[in-house]
């Protein structure tokens, strides 16, 4: 049994998921991660041009809410200027009711900023919120492009794991050792054409069985000084080996 195969039969059993073994076969591997990374990408790209076209939209309105409350609110102003000064003229000689319209005029002056401010912080609070979603999404979004690019690593590596395994004992039975003494991880895809591998070399070794039983029953027969039954054994073993070549 060679070194490499010993290592293989030594190893298999007890072969524990490391960091550095998930990416057994980087080509196959990162090619499949990196088209579902793509595709995540394109994903995450359509909704994120959506949501921040939908909230750029209501950032617009409310933006065009407060600008039209601001010019009402000026020409609130202009008005309530020119009633005070029309009251003062026509009012002169009575003070309280001069006194009484200026306190009504400067509360609802007031009210009126009141409102002009509580629509230009509803818009600056809408405009935040638009800035703290759009972040949150771009963040949630890169989490899942990456996300799905490890995920994608490591279901690949559920295949690639038993693929470079079966490289190794195919390279092994070429050699010409089938004692195969070999198994999957769990979770490992392929089982059964691991087992069906396993299986070949189980009928292999069972051939190899038959023929060596044969030669030892013609080393006998030629020690016996029998070559007829050696011969005959000799045979058979030919026949087996050329019905495999195919010759």
């Given at each position: 049994?060679?070194?490499?195969?010993?290592?293989?039969?030594?190893?298999?059993?007890?072969?524990?998921?490391?960091?550095?073994?998930?990416?057994?076969?980087?080509?196959?591997?990162?090619?499949?991660?990196?088209?579902?990374?793509?595709?995540?990408?394109?994903?995450?790209?359509?909704?994120?041009?959506?949501?921040?076209?939908?909230?750029?939209?209501?950032?617009?309105?409310?933006?065009?809410?407060?600008?039209?409350?601001?010019?009402?609110?000026?020409?609130?102003?202009?008005?309530?200027?020119?009633?005070?000064?029309?009251?003062?003229?026509?009012?002169?000689?009575?003070?309280?009711?001069?006194?009484?319209?200026?306190?009504?005029?400067?509360?609802?002056?007031?009210?009126?900023?009141?409102?002009?401010?509580?629509?230009?912080?509803?818009?600056?609070?809408?405009?935040?919120?638009?800035?703290?979603?759009?972040?949150?999404?771009?963040?949630?979004?890169?989490?899942?492009?990456?996300?799905?690019?490890?995920?994608?690593?490591?279901?690949?590596?559920?295949?690639?794991?038993?693929?470079?395994?079966?490289?190794?004992?195919?390279?092994?039975?070429?050699?010409?050792?089938?004692?195969?003494?070999?198994?999957?991880?769990?979770?490992?895809?392929?089982?059964?054409?691991?087992?069906?591998?396993?299986?070949?070399?189980?009928?292999?070794?069972?051939?190899?069985?038959?023929?060596?039983?044969e030669v030892e029953a013609a080393i006998q027969a030629l020690e016996r000084g029998d070559r007829g039954d050696a011969a005959v054994s000799l045979q058979r073993v030919r026949r087996v080996i050329r019905d495999a070549i195919g010759e």
């Amino acid at each position: 049994m060679t070194t490499s195969a010993r290592a293989t039969a030594g190893h298999t059993g007890s072969y524990r998921r490391r960091l550095r073994n998930y990416l057994l076969d980087s080509r196959f591997q990162l090619k499949y991660a990196g088209f579902l990374v793509v595709v995540a990408l394109v994903i995450s790209s359509i909704m994120g041009g959506v949501l921040y076209a939908t909230t750029r939209a209501m950032v617009g309105e409310s933006a065009k809410v407060v600008d039209e409350s601001r010019k009402a609110a000026e020409e609130s102003r202009k008005v309530s200027s020119v009633t005070r000064m029309n009251v003062r003229d026509l009012a002169s000689e009575s003070p309280d009711l001069v006194a009484e319209f200026e306190k009504e005029a400067d509360a609802y002056d007031r009210a009126l900023a009141e409102h002009e401010k509580a629509v230009a912080d509803q818009q600056a609070l809408l405009v935040m919120r638009q800035r703290l979603m759009i972040g949150s999404l771009v963040g949630g979004l890169s989490l899942m492009v990456v996300a799905i690019g490890l995920f994608g690593i490591y279901f690949t590596h559920r295949v690639a794991g038993p693929v470079h395994k079966m490289k190794r004992l195919l390279r092994q039975v070429g050699e010409g050792d089938l004692r195969v003494e070999a198994r999957l991880r769990r979770g490992d895809e392929l089982k059964g054409f691991f087992d069906e591998f396993t299986r070949m070399v189980a009928g292999l070794r069972d051939l190899d069985r038959r023929q060596l039983e044969e030669v030892e029953a013609a080393i006998q027969a030629l020690e016996r000084g029998d070559r007829g039954d050696a011969a005959v054994s000799l045979q058979r073993v030919r026949r087996v080996i050329r019905d495999a070549i195919g010759e």
